[in-house]
């Protein structure tokens, strides 16, 4: 029986099996990097046992270190996570000689499935159809195709080519980010990723959940699932079942996994990979299902039977989408910094199988969370579980949109639209939908009255806030005089850059006109601004109500709620209209050093991974200088004109936050 279990991961994968652990009386232990010592996951472990260090590689990426802690803690079973750890045959080797459970395969399965071109042919031999593949590049017969990694997990380094005078490079670029050997298979492309999720236990049953659509993917990686697909019926579905059953038996399989395939708009599909973990998107299984995943992988690790005879009914249907501290606007740029604020509305629970339908949120990140650039920019998952899955979308956007993350800038507006989009709510969805759909990507807060209003209310608020604190007469109205005079103003930095506000009072102490106008960066002069021309007021609005966190208007007979949330000159407005976060401009700024103009800075904290170039060197516009490594990901930068590099200031290894120089270019 499991006594005591060591989580070998972070973040919500650890809180979501503590919260099962609770439960069934089992004991946790955490293990935390320096970064993580104020972790959700942390607090919430009987024990915790720190790994000095930040990277992934010294802390939980560390077997050793793992072990140790392991023994120290007295766990006598250890859960890896859904990560690179659940997939590693020697970390599994090394909790089993440490006489420890394993919840997961087998040392030897694990050892099967980590060469993914031997898992298809094991596959194959099934008769379960697969794509071809090729591990020589030289051999592959035509294009397009689709370059992954021979071992890894999560869609880490996959990359389409679609000529062969492209796949050298792609291919050598794959296996610098990966790290290992590479190999080929034809790119089908409007393709669905399908997976079916399965448990099997050591008496020779085999259960599968189903199947989960997973096809909405930004770089190969899911961010936003479903169950049951829109695309497969009842038929369909038993074919899928009845293959990924014979995958688990064609490979040993013993413990939780998914068996994913891809799907043409023809009805075919091919296996494409067995995952032997439990899968970030578990929770829209037990939606439907009712059954505790975890609870379940738990009882086949201690060689229990599992309890149901077949497939479970599915019940409604439930969306999943993944918040991640990441810009889609700007190549997925990832974000790190201090969450201030994350707050989901009407959420009926976290981390257990729902009892009835509503809004579940597994978060790794709660207000304060510090986000890192060690590890995957994911913040929480957020599902839906409805009678339909127009109610589930209709019910995951409206709480998506109405929350309240501040801080970090977030994929939350794209994953509104997507959700809101009519192809994916006709169900017309493929691995390709985000490159047919470049709408998605626009800011839910993009008509220029609510970005005016939102303006507006942010300047109230923080009078409000400046008259609240203020030592005398702070019961007088914000902007009152005995004789009319100058305009109240503060200046904005946007989202599309300077903006002034403006706005009077009467003597009643209420809004006598406004004004919101953009200013020039260029001409930004703070002493010349605070009077705009009659001509640019807009129209009446009237103060219901404003304090430092709430502002209410009524906008020609209609009434408008604004939250503004103020985080010293950062002021986050969120309004049925959508977010923005807006940074006030000092009145007296002071001066700043200036860099080059044909300075390179980082766009994002990482570490410089690859240098290119050397002072001197001439280079072409668009030629690769050097990456940065962050949130496991590569992140090139590249020369934005022809020129000669005067000098670069970093190396290999060198850790960087954003803004920081990484070269400089004369451009010719």
């Known amino acids: 029986m499991i006594r005591r279990l060591l989580v070998a991961d972070r973040g919500e994968v650890a809180r979501r099996v503590f919260a099962t652990c609770r439960l069934v009386g089992i004991e946790t232990v955490a293990v935390y990097s320096d970064i993580d010592s104020e972790a959700p996951h942390v607090d919430e472990a009987d024990?915790?046992?720190?790994?000095?260090?930040?990277?992934?590689?010294?802390?939980?990426?560390?077997?050793?270190?793992?072990?140790?802690?392991?023994?120290?803690?007295?766990?006598?079973?250890?859960?890896?996570?859904?990560?690179?750890?659940?997939?590693?045959?020697?970390?599994?080797?090394?909790?089993?000689?440490?006489?420890?459970?394993?919840?997961?395969?087998?040392?030897?399965?694990?050892?099967?499935?980590?060469?993914?071109?031997?898992?298809?042919?094991?596959?194959?031999?099934?008769?379960?159809?697969?794509?071809?593949?090729?591990?020589?590049?030289?051999?592959?017969?035509?294009?397009?195709?689709?370059i992954k990694p021979a071992t890894g997990t999560g869609g880490t380094g996959m990359r389409v080519v679609r000529d062969a005078a492209a796949l050298a490079e792609a291919v050598a670029s794959t296996r610098r980010e990966v790290g290992g050997d590479v190999f080929c298979e034809p790119y089908v492309s409007n393709a669905r990723h399908i997976e079916v999720?399965?448990?099997?236990?050591?008496?020779?049953?085999?259960?599968?959940?189903?199947?989960?659509?997973?096809?909405?993917?930004?770089?190969?990686?899911?961010?936003?699932?479903?169950?049951?697909?829109?695309?497969?019926?009842?038929?369909?579905?038993?074919?899928?079942?009845?293959?990924?059953?014979?995958?688990?038996?064609?490979?040993?399989?013993?413990?939780?996994?998914?068996?994913?395939?891809?799907?043409?708009?023809?009805?075919?599909?091919?296996?494409?990979?067995?995952?032997?973990?439990?899968?970030?998107?578990?929770?829209?299984?037990?939606?439907?299902?009712?059954?505790?995943?975890?609870?379940?992988?738990?009882?086949?690790?201690?060689?229990?039977?599992?309890?149901?005879?077949?497939?479970?009914?599915?019940?409604?249907?439930?969306?999943?989408?993944?918040i991640c501290a990441e810009d889609p606007a700007y190549a997925w740029l990832p974000a790190a910094g201090t969450l201030h604020r994350f707050a989901v509305p009407d959420v009926a629970g976290s981390f257990r199988p729902l009892a009835q339908p509503g809004l579940r949120l597994d978060a790794g990140a709660a207000d304060g969370s510090v986000i890192g650039m060690h590890h995957d920019p994911m913040l929480a998952k957020l599902i839906a579980w409805a009678p339909s899955r127009q109610e589930a979308a209709r019910m995951l956007a409206s709480a998506l949109a109405r929350a309240q993350l501040h801080g970090v800038v977030s994929n939350r507006d794209l994953l509104v639209r997507v959700l809101r989009h009519h192809s994916?709510?006709?169900?017309?969805?493929?691995?390709?939908?985000?490159?047919?759909?470049?709408?998605?990507?626009?800011?839910?807060?993009?008509?220029?009255?609510?970005?005016?209003?939102?303006?507006?209310?942010?300047?109230?608020?923080?009078?409000?806030?400046?008259?609240?604190?203020?030592?005398?007469?702070?019961?007088?109205?914000?902007?009152?005089?005995?004789?009319?005079?100058?305009?109240?103003?503060?200046?904005?930095?946007?989202?599309?850059?300077?903006?002034?506000?403006?706005?009077?009072?009467?003597?009643?102490?209420?809004?006598?006109?406004?004004w919101v106008r953009a200013v020039d960066p260029e001409e930004l002069d703070l002493a010349g601004l605070g009077q705009a021309p009659v001509s640019d007021e807009h129209p009446p609005i009237v103060v219901v109500h404003a304090d430092a966190g709430r502002v209410v208007l009524n906008v020609q007979g209609i009434r408008l709620a604004v939250l503004v949330h103020r985080v010293g000159d950062v002021s986050y407005v969120d309004s049925p209209e959508g977010s923005v976060t807006l940074r006030e401009i000092s009145r007296f700024p002071l001066p700043a050093p200036e860099s080059a103009e044909s300075s390179l800075i980082a766009p994002l904290p990482g570490a410089v991974r690859r240098v290119l170039v050397v002072p001197g060197q001439r280079v072409r516009a668009g030629e690769l200088l050097l990456t940065l490594e962050a949130m496991k990901l590569e992140h090139p930068v590249h020369a934005p004109a022809a020129g000669v590099v005067s000098s670069v200031p970093v190396h290999p290894g060198t850790e960087v936050d954003t803004g920081e120089l990484l070269a400089v270019l004369d451009p010719e």
């Not at 009845?242 to 395939?261: C, M, Q």
């Open 47 to 146: 024990y915790a046992v720190q790994l000095p260090g930040n990277t992934p590689a010294t802390t939980y990426l560390r077997t050793e270190a793992l072990i140790a802690a392991a023994q120290r803690s007295g766990a006598n079973a250890v859960h890896p996570g859904v990560g690179v750890l659940a997939e590693d045959p020697d970390f599994a080797t090394a909790v089993v000689e440490a006489g420890m459970i394993w919840v997961g395969p087998a040392p030897a399965t694990l050892r099967a499935l980590s060469v993914k071109p031997e898992m298809k042919n094991l596959v194959a031999e099934a008769r379960v159809p697969v794509l071809p593949t090729f591990t020589d590049p030289d051999a592959v017969p035509g294009f397009p195709v689709l």
């Open 424 to 514: 994916f709510r006709s169900g017309a969805v493929d691995t390709g939908f985000l490159d047919r759909h470049p709408e998605v990507f626009a800011p839910l807060l993009s008509s220029v009255d609510a970005v005016r209003l939102s303006c507006l209310a942010a300047a109230l608020a923080g009078a409000a806030a400046r008259r609240a604190a203020a030592p005398v007469l702070n019961s007088l109205p914000s902007g009152w005089r005995n004789v009319p005079s100058g305009s109240q103003t503060a200046v904005y930095d946007g989202p599309t850059g300077p903006v002034e506000v403006g706005y009077r009072m009467n003597r009643q102490g209420e809004l006598a006109g406004w």
């Open 197 to 322: 999720p399965i448990l099997a236990d050591a008496q020779g049953s085999v259960v599968p959940f189903g199947e989960r659509e997973c096809s909405v993917q930004r770089r190969y990686q899911k961010i936003v699932e479903e169950t049951p697909s829109p695309a497969v019926d009842a038929a369909l579905r038993e074919d899928l079942c009845r293959a990924a059953i014979v995958v688990v038996r064609a490979l040993g399989y013993v413990g939780a996994g998914a068996v994913e395939f891809l799907l043409d708009g023809d009805g075919k599909f091919w296996f494409v990979e067995l995952t032997p973990t439990l899968q970030a998107d578990h929770a829209v299984t037990e939606c439907v299902s009712g059954y505790d995943l975890v609870r379940l992988q738990l009882l086949v690790a201690e060689g229990g039977s599992l309890p149901m005879p077949g497939p479970p009914p599915i019940r409604g249907h439930a969306i999943e989408v993944r």
